[in-house]
């Protein structure tokens, strides 16, 4: 696989953005198939800095139900969400990722 299919992209959140100031970790959501050496490498290509650690999480999706309102009548149907995987690197003392590319 190459890195392109590997990482599929980075996520945002409040505590993610927290933990990037603080500890030098940054959350991707990765290719199911993926192991950590692959994660890693992928990660050390495309953004050109060292890897200390990766942890990974397989998110598992939920069910969810919906009602929709169709000429009059009423629907009622069960969907599912897709499981993902989330990678979680820490970054070498020295190196960052500029995520958003905000320059200041």
Same mark, same amino acid.
């Given at each position: 696989?190459?890195?392109?299919?590997?990482?599929?992209?980075?996520?945002?959140?409040?505590?993610?953005?927290?933990?990037?100031?603080?500890?030098?970790?940054?959350?991707?959501?990765?290719?199911?198939?993926?192991?950590?050496?692959?994660?890693?490498?992928?990660?050390?290509?495309?953004?050109?800095?060292?890897?200390?650690?990766?942890?990974?999480?397989?998110?598992?999706? #939920?069910?969810?139900?919906? &009602?929709? %309102?169709? $000429?009059?009548?009423?629907?009622?149907?069960? !969907?599912?969400?897709?499981?993902? #995987?989330?990678?979680?690197? &820490?970054? %070498?003392? $020295?190196?960052?990722?500029?995520?958003?590319? !905000?320059?200041?």
């Amino acid at each position: 696989m190459s890195t392109r299919e590997i990482i599929i992209k980075p996520l945002f959140t409040e505590k993610m953005s927290r933990l990037e100031d603080l500890e030098r970790k940054y959350a991707f959501q990765v290719e199911g198939s993926a192991n950590k050496i692959e994660i890693k490498s992928a990660i050390e290509k495309r953004f050109d800095v060292e890897v200390e650690k990766v942890a990974t999480m397989n998110r598992i999706g #939920k069910t969810k139900q919906m &009602t929709v %309102k169709s $000429g009059g009548r009423t629907i009622r149907t069960n !969907g599912r969400r897709s499981n993902w #995987k989330k990678a979680v690197i &820490t970054l %070498k003392e $020295g190196f960052n990722i500029d995520l958003v590319g !905000g320059e200041s």
